[in-house]
């Protein structure tokens, strides 16, 4: 039994990809649910990330562009949230972790199995024998008429 | 050596997808362990090859847990910010920008920690997870509207 290790995606994404909606470019604000954060679900689907923004934020136009059509309020907010990202964005593999995985992978490399090939186990369909034994015996009556007729 | 190479953007990217460091830890560990042990399968780019494995343990894990919060220390980590005030602010954004991403769906959530996580360009994440640059585009697009809603009247 073999994982599927070049599996593009898991079976998550065709459940996740149906809950995403197509985007909109309704503008505007909305009130927030007075939920908690936590318990609240996603309205995917409101749009309130303006394209410019994007764009902004895909590095495709300068922070100027932006602020004199979008809220400062939103940049700002942007901008904080980067902030953090940035930090995330350094963060690197803890030294200790390295060190478990390195004391995990097993000592010998792994090697595919080669045994000589009269030790390996033979399987043949029965369809398969019977064509052969035709043809076996198609074969001794073509040698067979052959020495008889000389 | 080759885990020293690779390790980094594959933790930031199980830490994003997680929210959890024991968790990135797990997922990391297993994801090795399977590319060493299948390393004859490898087609392609090793790289790419190993991110998928590491991609599709978090799935697994996110299809198999229901998280409502979880955060990460970082002792090791730089804080990079200045003050004691600005290091408070910034552990309360972390705590509610992971319970936010956590509210995210899985296809989501990746595309956003590939692009702003893991630093990513569209191209490269195209062809990574094998989809088209617009796709992605549209996914992490989803996920600022998302946060956007989420977060804005606390912290615009």
């Known amino acids: 039994m073999h994982d599927d290790l070049n599996a593009q995606n898991g079976p998550e994404s065709d459940r996740s990809s149906a809950r995403e909606t197509p985007g909109r470019s309704q503008r505007g604000r909305q009130e927030l649910p007075s939920s908690p954060l936590s318990d609240r679900e996603v309205p995917i689907g409101v749009a309130r990330t303006s394209d410019l923004v994007n764009a902004w934020l895909d590095g495709d136009i300068a922070e100027s562009q932006v602020m004199g059509t979008e809220s400062a309020r939103t940049v700002e907010f942007w901008k904080r949230l980067d902030r953090d990202l940035a930090v995330r964005r350094m963060m690197t593999t803890p030294a200790h972790v390295q060190q478990k995985i390195m004391d995990a992978l097993p000592e010998t490399a792994p090697s595919a199995s080669v045994s000589p090939w009269w030790e390996r186990t033979l399987s043949v369909s029965p369809i398969a024998v019977a064509a052969a034994a035709a043809g076996l015996l198609a074969l001794g009556a073509v040698v067979g008429a052959s020495v008889r007729g000389r | ?156």
């Not at chain 2, 968790?23 to 991110?51: C, N, P, T």
Request: aromatic fraction near 8%.
């Open chain 2, 1 to 156: 050596m080759l885990i020293g190479r690779y390790s980094d953007p594959l933790y930031r990217h199980a830490l994003g997808m997680t929210g959890s460091p024991d968790v990135a830890e797990d997922i990391l560990q297993m994801s090795f362990i399977k590319a060493y042990q299948h390393l004859a399968e490898v087609r392609g780019r090793f790289d790419a090859w190993v991110f998928r494995i590491v991609a599709n343990g978090c799935k697994d894990w996110l299809k198999n847990i229901r998280r409502t919060h979880l955060s990460y220390d970082e002792d090791d980590q730089p804080s990079g910010y200045a003050t004691p005030e600005e290091d408070l602010d910034r552990t309360e954004l972390r705590s509610d920008l992971d319970r936010a991403l956590a509210a995210l769906a899985p296809s989501l959530r990746e595309a956003f920690v590939m692009k702003h996580v893991e630093g990513r360009s569209y191209e490269e994440m195209a062809d990574l997870l094998g989809t088209t640059v617009g796709a992605l585009k549209m996914r992490v697009h989803r996920a600022r509207e998302a946060l956007q809603v989420l977060l804005e009247e606390k912290y615009a």
